[in-house]
């Protein structure tokens, strides 16, 4: 029993940052792995970042440097910082849970998303 709701998204210019969240609720997410994917229109959902109970954490090549994602687990929250954004960067944000490593994408629980809208 895992839910999660993603919230932060919005519409940025090129250049601008924003901080998404995800909130978990049902259990706590200490011993689970969770990531952030995107999806843009027409595309493939695509991994961006994971981070596990040690916090452990790995980064699609495309957003290292400029993405950081962390977690609060007394708050049973995850978050994702994205800094100088791109167009390219525009999709729908999923945040995702699994039990065990940050490595492998079988996410077991996600969110509805949250829509983040890069303009030129």
């Known amino acids: 029993q895992v839910q999660l709701v993603e919230s932060g998204g919005g519409l940025v210019q090129a250049g601008d940052s924003l901080r998404l969240s995800c909130a978990a609720s049902?259990?706590?997410?200490?011993?689970?792995?969770m990531g952030w994917f995107r999806q843009a229109p027409g595309k493939e959902r695509e991994f961006v970042t994971a981070?596990?109970?040690?916090?452990?954490?790995h980064y699609a090549d495309s957003v290292k440097g400029r993405f950081t994602i962390s977690r609060d687990n007394a708050k049973n929250t995850v978050y994702l910082q994205m800094n100088s954004l791109k167009p390219e960067d525009t999709a729908v944000y999923y945040c995702?849970?699994?039990?065990?490593?940050?490595?492998?994408?079988?996410?077991?629980?996600w969110g509805q998303g949250t829509q983040v809208t890069v303009s030129s």
């Open positions: 981070i596990n109970w040690g916090l452990n954490t």
């Open positions: 995702a849970a699994k039990p065990g490593s940050i490595y492998g994408l079988d996410y077991r629980y």
């Open positions: 049902g259990r706590t997410l200490s011993s689970y792995a």
